[in-house]
């Protein structure tokens, strides 16, 4: 078990290398391409799911540009539109069609990677790791040196399930990924429409790679905004465990941002776009 373990925290590590764009690869990694965060296009899909979401989110075009223009680093205000393109996309793409007022159907890919790294790049990884708890000290020095290098692969699924009413009035996305077996990614999004108001509610599960596994405490960063024509905030915080995700149509705005410890907090207004911190 310890060494399926090792195995799958070093294809994490390597993947994080080689699929993310936080980190630049070395020259010397060769990683075969992971698919990384989906980042949803502007809603091009064809259809009448398509056509519901771009009615609902071109009220609030004008003030997210604003938001794009200014503050380019942070995505907050993408994810309601960035998913709800996405969603379109795929019941596109798998011609879903609603029942009852209600779309629900699941997209998923399935796909087999591999990844090699070398010895100094496999000894970089450990140097950090606690040699009691992990078994990076089953690696002699010698094994860190020279020819010695980590190769492996696995299969990569990502899953969406998706529930919403036909006319975009609200809706929900789940989104995991698992890699040999082992989640990699979870996230839950929520949206609700009060008449010009789009409130949502996005939490993804904060994973920490290392040589040994992938570590989580089962906390999630969530983001929750408030989007109006000529407004929108957006409060970033984190909570300790999946049942204390809000969902978008049950959530007390006011009552929420009025307790919570933001990690972020942005809001725009007319031209004035301000973050804190």
């Known amino acids: 078990m310890r060494k399926k373990r090792m195995l799958i925290g070093l294809m994490a590590l390597a993947l994080l290398m080689g699929g993310c764009a936080k980190k630049e690869t070395d020259k010397n990694t060769r990683v075969t391409p992971l698919?990384?965060?989906?980042?949803?296009?502007?809603?091009?899909?064809?259809?009448?799911?398509?056509?519901?979401?771009?009615?609902?989110?071109?009220?609030?075009?004008?003030?997210?540009?604003?938001?794009?223009?200014?503050?380019?680093?942070?995505?907050?205000?993408?994810?309601p539109g960035d998913l709800i393109a996405k969603m379109a996309k795929d019941a596109q793409e798998l011609g879903a069609e609603p029942e009852n007022g209600w779309y629900r159907f699941t997209w998923k890919s399935t796909s087999s990677h591999t990844y090699q790294m070398d010895a100094l790049e496999v000894a970089e990884a450990l140097e950090d790791q606690e040699t009691e708890e992990s078994d990076a000290a089953a690696l002699p020095d010698n094994q860190k040196m020279g020819d010695f290098s980590a190769a492996g692969g696995g299969v990569y699924d990502r899953t969406y399930q998706y529930e919403a009413a036909a006319d975009l009035s609200q809706g929900s996305a789940e989104i995991t990924d698992i890699l040999n077996g082992e989640i990699t990614g979870h996230e839950l999004f929520s949206f609700y429409v009060q008449g010009d108001t789009l409130y949502f509610a996005d939490a993804a599960l904060e994973l920490t790679p290392d040589m040994d596994l992938l570590l989580s405490t089962g906390s999630y960063l969530v983001a929750v905004g408030k989007l109006e024509k000529d407004r929108v905030e957006?409060?970033?915080?984190?909570?300790?465990?999946?049942?204390?995700?809000?969902?978008?149509?049950?959530?007390?705005?006011?009552?929420?941002?009025?307790?919570?410890?933001?990690?972020?907090h942005l809001t725009a207004q007319g031209d004035q776009v301000s973050t804190d911190p």
């Open 35 to 79: 698919p990384g965060v989906v980042e949803a296009p502007e809603i091009g899909a064809e259809g009448k799911l398509a056509d519901a979401a771009r009615k609902r989110m071109e009220i609030y075009e004008a003030q997210l540009n604003k938001i794009a223009l200014q503050f380019p680093g942070n995505l907050s205000y993408t994810i």
């Open 234 to 264: 957006i409060v970033e915080y984190m909570v300790e465990n999946e049942s204390q995700i809000p969902s978008a149509a049950s959530m007390n705005w006011e009552q929420l941002i009025k307790f919570v410890t933001p990690v972020a």
